[in-house]
């Protein structure tokens, strides 16, 4: 027997034996558990992933040394060991829920691999994570979609950082996206407390690109996003926030013409979340385009299209608050509407009511300018 084979029985034997023994036995096998992680031989790291998770948590003043031995083994030139490591980060977690935060963020980091089989472990882990401590697993998810922040200047840590958010939000929205919406959000779960906050937390600062997917791939498919919820209205909230933002961007260059730029994106994205979703209050909506984006001092900075795209949906907000919001708490909204209609009718028509949805925003326009002025006038049939 070489040297190697007889080396790999007697850890073997220490670690059988260590098994049923609660004291230095045990310790002892630790060590050598730690130490051939460090070795050249493929079969002994394999040996060592395997056993750690099995010793590591009755000795304290070894956990950290045990953790770090098993990162190293994710990190080694061996496939099969890495494969093995992934493993054993699971298993520690599994045994430490202490562990769990930190595991996680190390998994995170692992995404970024080159190897297809190896990510697919590597997300069957966080899976597993998951299932160990949602409302951990999940913060630490949401701390990695935020973008980078501003101060950071190395463009290679800002290639990663954006790198692994896409790669994370493809996770939430892919693999993990059943085990979330089914197992660890439902209403009133500290996961789902954790994931909501954590994502209208981000909204503020995340690109549109990856609004858009956080918005409707991942908020409207959990199941406090029904109409009449508080979290409907939150989100609703965040990105009027984040609309008045990106419309204050848009007007800060100092030309004869403004663009919404990125404001449009926003604008579109209320209008699904509280029109076509029925989440939040349309009121609250409207409220964001009368008396600002339609007033005369902003409609004239805007092009022929802007402001087209503004009165309609406006208008079409309008008409979802007439559907659903009590007449008395409408009055102030309808008559800004009514004041605001001499710039609207005129922008209307120097771009003319070729397209449908312009037709609609003048009649919706109109019949509002008629219910102000004729009380009895009858409620629109047209909802947008």
């Known amino acids: 027997m070489d040297h190697n084979a007889r ?6 034997d220490l670690i059988r034996q260590a098994t049923a023994n609660r004291g230095n036995l ?8 730690i130490e051939i992680t460090h070795t050249e031989k493929t079969s002994l790291k394999i040996l060592a992933a395997k056993h750690i998770p099995d010793l590591f948590n009755d000795f304290p003043d070894q956990e950290e040394a045990a ?9 080694d030139q061996e496939k099969s060991v890495r494969k093995e490591g992934y493993g054993a980060i699971t298993a520690v977690s ?32 966080l899976i597993a994570h998951l299932d160990f401590d949602p409302r951990v697993t999940l913060g630490v998810l949401c701390d990695q979609i935020l973008p980078a922040e501003e101060s950071m200047v190395d463009p290679d840590e800002l290639y990663m950082r954006d790198r692994l958010r896409t790669l994370v939000l493809a996770f ?15 209403p009133g779960s500290d996961g789902e407390d954790v994931l909501v906050e954590g994502l209208l937390a981000a909204i503020p600062i995340l690109a549109p690109t990856d609004t858009d997917i956080v918005v409707k791939q991942l908020l409207l498919q959990l199941q406090s996003f029904r109409p009449g919820s508080s979290r409907g209205t ?50 609250d909506l409207l409220k964001f385009y009368v008396p600002g984006p339609v007033s005369k001092v902003t409609l004239t900075r805007l092009s022929a299209d802007d402001q087209i795209f503004v009165i309609c949906n406006m208008a079409e907000a309008l008409a979802a608050c007439e559907k659903a919001v009590d007449a008395s708490q409408l009055s102030v909204l309808r008559n800004q509407s009514v004041e605001a209609s001499p710039i609207l009718f005129e922008c209307l028509a120097k771009a003319g009511v070729a397209h449908e949805r312009s037709r ?25």
């Open 7 to 12: 080396e790999e029985r007697e850890i073997q």
């Open 26 to 33: 045990r310790l002892k096998a630790l060590s050598k558990l």
């Open 67 to 75: 953790i770090n031995a098993v990162y190293d083994l994710c990190e």
């Open 94 to 125: 599994k045994v430490a829920n202490k562990w769990v935060k930190r595991n996680t963020d190390v998994l995170l980091q692992l995404l970024q691999s080159d190897e297809p089989d190896e990510v697919t472990v590597v997300k069957q882990a």
């Open 172 to 186: 939430l929205t892919g693999e993990a996206k059943e085990a979330i919406v089914e197992r660890h959000t439902v």
């Open 234 to 283: 939150s989100l609703l909230l965040a990105l009027i926030t984040k609309a008045q933002l990106c419309l204050k961007a848009d007007f800060a260059a100092k030309q004869s013409q403004s663009s919404l730029t990125t404001t449009r994106f926003y604008m579109d994205l209320m209008s699904y979340v509280a029109i076509e979703k029925s989440l939040g209050s349309p009121t």
């Open 360 to 384: 609609r925003a003048c009649t919706l326009i109109l019949e509002c300018c008629l219910r102000v002025s004729v009380p009895d006038f009858p409620n629109p049939s047209y909802r947008p």
